[in-house]
């Protein structure tokens, strides 16, 4: 298991366009999360998963954006009628549980520009 | 609800020197602690963390962090900054009782090493 993958590294789409990005977490990892990163921000929060249930959404995550984990593994993003504002770094991490290997593992990201 | 306080947006530092990237935090129960690095269009990448044990944390790359829990720091320290260093610093928090183990991220401190 190489870490955290996720897919596409960048996206360019047009405004009002859907776009979906995807996140493999560590296999052995029952939590996944996802942020949102502007330039010169440290990243927000968005959405949170233990195995395949969300369990958390920010207000951040308007409507247009759904996110699933079937089956608890991985993960996908959905952006629907993008907009200029949506443009950003999306970071997905996973973790395990509770104890002293507690810690999180970022992918690399996908970087997002909607023109 | 958690918080992380990165106070300076910017650390200069010449090559060889010390190098002190402060963070304060708060949040209700027991404390999680990491600081990631994120060098540019990149992912973060895992520096280090405080779970329990022993106040002074050493992680990768010659830093090291100190737990103080009366002025609710966790300020990530090098003996002698490399060029190599320049990058952005995030500090975050994270209570594995409380919002689901989710990290809420300082706003980042920029470092720039001279030669």
């Known amino acids: 298991d190489t870490g955290v993958s996720q897919d596409p590294r960048h996206k360019i789409t047009k405004r009002g366009q859907n776009v979906t990005f995807r996140c493999d977490p560590i296999?052995?990892?029952?939590?996944l999360y996802w942020y949102r990163q502007t330039l010169g921000q440290g990243p927000e929060f968005l959405t949170y998963?233990?195995?395949?249930?969300?369990?958390?959404k920010s207000r951040l995550l308007s409507d247009r954006f759904s996110a699933e984990r079937p089956k608890g593994s991985f993960s996908t993003l959905e952006i629907q009628r993008t907009e200029q504002g949506d443009s950003a770094m999306y970071l997905c991490?996973?973790?395990?549980?509770?104890?002293?290997?507690?810690?999180?593992?970022f992918g690399s990201g996908t970087r997002l520009t909607v023109v | 609800a958690q918080s992380v306080a990165q106070p300076e947006d910017q650390v200069n530092v010449a090559e060889g020197n010390p190098l002190t990237v402060k963070c304060t935090y708060s949040?209700?129960?027991?404390?999680?602690l990491f600081w990631y690095v994120q060098y540019p269009n990149r992912g973060l990448q895992f520096l280090l963390k405080?779970?329990?044990?022993?106040?002074l944390v050493k992680g990768s790359y010659g830093f090291e962090a100190e737990f103080n829990k009366s002025q609710t720091s966790f300020h990530l320290k090098k003996p002698s900054a490399l060029v190599s260093d320049s990058a952005l610093y995030f500090c975050?928090?994270?209570?594995?009782?409380?919002?689901?183990?989710?990290?809420?991220f300082g706003a980042g401190t920029q470092v720039v090493v001279t030669p």
């Open positions: 991490a996973s973790s395990l549980s509770l104890g002293r290997d507690y810690g999180y593992t």
């Open positions: 296999s052995e990892h029952n939590r």
């Open positions: 998963f233990q195995n395949e249930a969300q369990l958390e």
């Open positions: 949040v209700s129960g027991n404390p999680y």
């Open positions: 405080y779970i329990t044990g022993d106040n």
């Open positions: 975050a928090v994270s209570s594995p009782t409380d919002s689901w183990g989710k990290l809420q």
